[in-house]
């Protein structure tokens, strides 16, 4: 059966479904992230540093087991949906089922293989037994890994709302078990390892049924389809597994070099810096399947589209950047003494996911045309820079020099994705409203800067201060005449969301 064209994503005003979608999926990152932050207290309450230890080791297993179990096939699906959807919804249904199928039969042997590696590895490692918490902590991935395929198709279908309300149904549940386990059974870490598992084997079970009333998912399996999707997906694989190898190793050379205080207002700062993270993922994650939606039909087109989101991105998370900086202080107040020192280098971490929005774009680009390898190759040269950066600046300065290895790392990425992709298939740019947010915004950066070390003012005046500088970066947009097509596309995507929140018909008064 054919495809309807017109029910194409990429259809209609990008930014009306971005502010919608992206809206959606920004406020369950939220909900969820802030409550593991609240959390955090409560689980070192009943847990010795020994055994937080154990669980943060864990959690470091599952995210290596879950690249090499999953093998990015995630993002296979993403690349041939589009091509497959518009031959007929039965080859949707032969992709999905082959890969699923495929990390089925591939995870279990991984986890065989772990089990029998688990005497030489993982228990002298961490001097715990396989059984329980070794065996609940890798089989659980499996699982994860199943329901995140299933994520995978719904994002591509922009149905962003069945993956927030049931991520935030299992987080409840989950978190709901965590806490009897360790308050009233007096559990310690395996009431967390055991409330990831529940979260886990909810998610396979809730987005599997998904599936099967979709009618995605058959017992059907073909060899060329796992071919052309492993041929994809196993280049990025190098790439995952670096970025977990950078993404943990500013800490554990932060306490080898420095002190576990050092860590702790390090962590704090990067875990203030990932809310900038969240806004940039919920963003682009929607971008992302729109553009490649519209690259399988028209590339031109879908290269305008890319274009003008860049421009609309910029300016908007340059804002969303500057009021974290800015006021990351006055939130660290809420925190015990010992930890407002942290405000003073969440600006320079919140970078790393600026930049980071940047390049994903141009990294769909390279999706598109299967220059996979040169994703790869960027995402190692990002984790070596990171790493030996580390080496170099953390014995000397501390916390500033693990922060400014990470950044670098993202910005070498970055640099990377947007040469490349521009040489291979160039995007054309509205560089004149580019240039005029980078250096409005930059200006009134450093004026903040400038303010808060060279002037002796309290905290009430300096944040009275702040805010108009804050604002002030509005001025362009809606006084220089470069910023209009910005401005409109703003304000169409306020009114959307706003449509979508209140459910409230807007009459245009123009």
Same mark, same amino acid.
């Given at each position: 059966?054919?495809?309807?064209?017109?029910?194409?994503?990429?259809?209609?005003?990008?930014?009306?479904?971005?502010?919608?979608?992206?809206?959606?999926?920004?406020?369950?990152?939220?909900?969820?992230?802030?409550?593991?932050?609240?959390?955090?207290?409560?689980?070192?309450?009943?847990?010795?540093?020994?055994?937080?230890? &154990?669980? =943060?080791? !864990?959690?470091? #297993?599952?995210?290596? %087991?879950?690249?090499?179990?999953?093998?990015? +096939?995630?993002?296979? @699906?993403?690349?041939?949906?589009?091509?497959?959807?518009?031959?007929?919804?039965?080859?949707?249904?032969?992709?999905?089922?082959?890969?699923?199928?495929?990390?089925?039969?591939?995870?279990?042997?991984?986890?065989?293989?772990?089990?029998?590696?688990?005497?030489?590895?993982?228990?002298?490692?961490?001097?715990?037994?396989?059984?329980?918490?070794?065996?609940?902590?890798?089989?659980?991935?499996?699982?994860?890994?199943?329901?995140?395929?299933?994520?995978?198709?719904?994002?591509?279908?922009?149905?962003?709302?069945?993956?927030?309300?049931?991520?935030?149904?299992?987080?409840?549940?989950?978190?709901?078990?965590?806490?009897?386990?360790?308050?009233?059974?007096?559990?310690?870490?395996?009431?967390?390892?055991?409330?990831?598992? &529940?979260? =886990?084997? !909810?998610?396979? #079970?809730?987005?599997? %049924?998904?599936?099967?009333?979709?009618?995605? +998912?058959?017992?059907? @399996?073909?060899?060329?389809?796992?071919?052309?999707?492993?041929?994809?997906?196993?280049?990025?694989?190098?790439?995952?597994?670096?970025?977990?190898?950078?993404?943990?190793?500013?800490?554990?050379?932060?306490?080898?070099?420095?002190?576990?205080?050092?860590?702790?207002?390090?962590?704090?700062?990067?875990?203030?810096?990932?809310?900038?993270?969240?806004?940039?993922?919920?963003?682009?994650?929607?971008?992302?399947?729109?553009?490649?939606?519209?690259?399988?039909?028209?590339?031109?087109?879908?290269?305008?589209?890319?274009?003008?989101?860049?421009?609309?991105?910029?300016?908007?998370?340059?804002?969303?950047?500057?009021?974290?900086?800015?006021?990351?202080?006055?939130?660290?107040?809420?925190?015990?003494?010992?930890?407002?020192?942290?405000?003073?280098?969440?600006?320079?971490?919140?970078?790393?996911?600026?930049?980071?929005?940047?390049?994903?774009?141009?990294?769909?680009?390279?999706?598109?045309?299967?220059?996979?390898?040169?994703?790869?190759?960027?995402?190692?040269?990002?984790?070596?820079?990171?790493?030996?950066?580390?080496?170099?600046?953390?014995?000397?300065?501390?916390?500033?020099?693990?922060?400014?290895?990470?950044?670098?790392?993202?910005?070498?990425?970055?640099?990377?994705?947007?040469?490349?992709?521009?040489?291979?298939?160039?995007?054309?740019?509205?560089?004149?409203?580019?240039?005029?947010?980078?250096?409005?915004?930059?200006?009134?950066?450093?004026?903040?800067?400038?303010?808060?070390?060279?002037?002796?003012?309290?905290?009430?005046?300096?944040?009275?201060?702040?805010?108009?500088?804050?604002?002030?970066?509005?001025?362009?947009?809606?006084?220089?005449?470069?910023?209009?097509?910005?401005?409109?596309?703003?304000?169409?995507?306020?009114?959307?969301?706003?449509?979508?929140?209140?459910?409230?018909?807007?009459?245009?008064?123009?």
């Amino acid at each position: 059966m054919s495809i309807n064209l017109k029910t194409e994503i990429h259809h209609g005003n990008q930014f009306k479904k971005i502010a919608r979608h992206g809206g959606l999926l920004f406020t369950s990152s939220i909900i969820i992230s802030l409550s593991s932050f609240v959390l955090i207290p409560i689980y070192t309450r009943y847990l010795s540093p020994e055994q937080y230890g &154990i669980w =943060a080791s !864990l959690n470091s #297993i599952t995210q290596f %087991l879950g690249v090499a179990i999953g093998l990015f +096939l995630g993002s296979s @699906f993403s690349r041939y949906y589009f091509e497959e959807k518009r031959i007929s919804n039965e080859n949707v249904s032969f992709l999905f089922s082959t890969n699923f199928w495929f990390i089925f039969g591939w995870g279990i042997l991984v986890i065989l293989i772990c089990i029998l590696i688990s005497p030489f590895t993982f228990e002298p490692l961490l001097k715990i037994s396989f059984y329980p918490m070794i065996f609940a902590t890798i089989v659980p991935v499996l699982f994860n890994e199943l329901g995140i395929s299933v994520q995978s198709y719904l994002r591509n279908t922009l149905e962003i709302g069945k993956i927030v309300f049931r991520d935030i149904v299992i987080f409840i549940i989950s978190t709901l078990f965590i806490l009897m386990f360790l308050i009233f059974f007096n559990m310690g870490v395996e009431a967390l390892v055991y409330g990831a598992a &529940i979260s =886990a084997i !909810l998610s396979f #079970i809730f987005y599997t %049924l998904i599936a099967k009333r979709k009618n995605i +998912l058959r017992f059907y @399996f073909e060899r060329k389809v796992i071919k052309k999707s492993l041929a994809y997906s196993l280049p990025l694989v190098p790439s995952i597994g670096s970025g977990v190898i950078a993404r943990f190793s500013d800490r554990l050379m932060l306490a080898y070099f420095g002190t576990l205080d050092e860590v702790g207002l390090y962590s704090v700062s990067s875990g203030i810096s990932r809310v900038m993270y969240f806004f940039i993922d919920a963003v682009t994650q929607v971008q992302g399947s729109i553009s490649m939606s519209a690259l399988t039909e028209n590339k031109e087109k879908a290269k305008k589209q890319i274009s003008e989101f860049l421009t609309f991105y910029i300016y908007i998370s340059f804002f969303f950047y500057l009021g974290l900086t800015m006021f990351a202080k006055e939130f660290l107040y809420l925190f015990p003494e010992s930890y407002q020192s942290a405000y003073k280098i969440v600006g320079l971490l919140a970078l790393s996911p600026f930049f980071g929005g940047i390049y994903r774009p141009y990294a769909t680009i390279l999706s598109y045309h299967k220059k996979m390898y040169l994703i790869s190759v960027a995402s190692m040269l990002s984790a070596i820079f990171n790493i030996v950066g580390n080496f170099i600046f953390i014995p000397i300065f501390g916390q500033l020099g693990a922060a400014v290895s990470t950044v670098f790392s993202v910005f070498i990425f970055t640099v990377w994705i947007i040469y490349w992709s521009q040489k291979i298939d160039p995007v054309n740019h509205n560089l004149l409203s580019i240039y005029t947010a980078f250096i409005f915004g930059l200006f009134l950066l450093f004026s903040y800067y400038y303010i808060d070390i060279y002037l002796e003012l309290d905290s009430v005046t300096l944040f009275l201060i702040k805010i108009p500088i804050f604002f002030s970066f509005f001025f362009p947009l809606f006084f220089l005449s470069s910023m209009k097509k910005v401005r409109n596309e703003l304000l169409e995507s306020i009114k959307s969301l706003h449509q979508k929140i209140f459910k409230i018909k807007i009459r245009d008064k123009n």
